[in-house]
C-alpha cells in the first residue's frame, strides 16, 4: 500500500494525527483540527479518510471514557465527603451536643485507594492517548494504517 500512497496523502494523515495534540494549547482542538483536515481531504483519498476517522473516533472514545471516569470519581468523592463531614454530626453539633460528634473514620483508607486508582486510571487514560497518536503519526507517515486500541467507531 505504501508504494501507492504520495508522499502528500502520508504526510497528511499524519498531520490529521499529530493535530490532535492540539488539545494541550486550543480547547476541543483534538476535534476541531483533525475534523477540518479530514472533511477537506476526506473525499480525496482513501487513505487520508481512514487515517482522520481514525483519529476522530479515538479522541471521542477517549473523551468518553474521560467523562464516565469523571463522574464516577465526582461521585465516589462526594460520597467519601459526606461520610467524613457526617451531616447528622453536623446536626448533632448545632445543638452543641458535642459528644455526639465523634466518628470513626477507619475506613478512610479504602476511599483513599478508591481516589488513587481513579487518579491512576485518568493517568493511564493521558498516556494511551499520547502513546497511541505517536505511533499513529508515525505509521501513517510511512503508509501505514494504524488501529487505535479501545476505540469505539462513532464515524463508520
Not at 476535534?31 to 483519498?45: G, Q, R, S
Not at 485507594?113 to 497518536?133: K, N, S
Request: net charge neutral; proline share 2%; hydrophobic share 50%.
Amino acid at each position: 500500500m505504501t508504494d501507492t500512497l504520495t508522499k502528500h496523502e502520508k504526510n497528511l494523515s499524519a498531520i490529521i494525527h499529530a493535530s490532535t495534540f492540539s488539545k494541550f494549547f486550543i480547547p476541543f482542538g483534538n476535534f476541531i483540527l483533525p475534523l477540518v483536515l479530514w472533511t477537506a481531504n476526506k473525499n480525496e483519498n482513501d487513505f487520508v479518510d481512514y487515517n482522520g476517522k481514525q483519529a476522530l473516533n479515538f479522541q471521542i472514545s477517549i473523551l468518553l471514557y474521560g467523562v464516565v471516569l469523571a463522574a464516577i470519581t465526582a461521585t465516589l468523592f462526594l460520597v467519601f465527603a459526606f461520610d467524613f463531614v457526617g451531616f447528622i454530626d453536623v446536626f448533632e453539633l448545632n445543638r452543641h451536643n458535642l459528644s455526639e460528634f465523634n466518628h470513626d473514620h477507619s475506613g478512610w483508607g479504602i476511599h483513599i485507594m478508591f481516589m488513587l486508582m481513579a487518579g491512576v486510571l485518568g493517568l493511564g487514560l493521558l498516556i494511551l492517548d499520547i502513546v497511541c497518536t505517536i505511533l499513529a503519526t508515525l505509521k501513517s507517515s510511512r503508509g501505514e494504517k494504524y488501529v487505535y486500541p479501545l476505540t469505539i467507531k462513532f464515524i463508520k
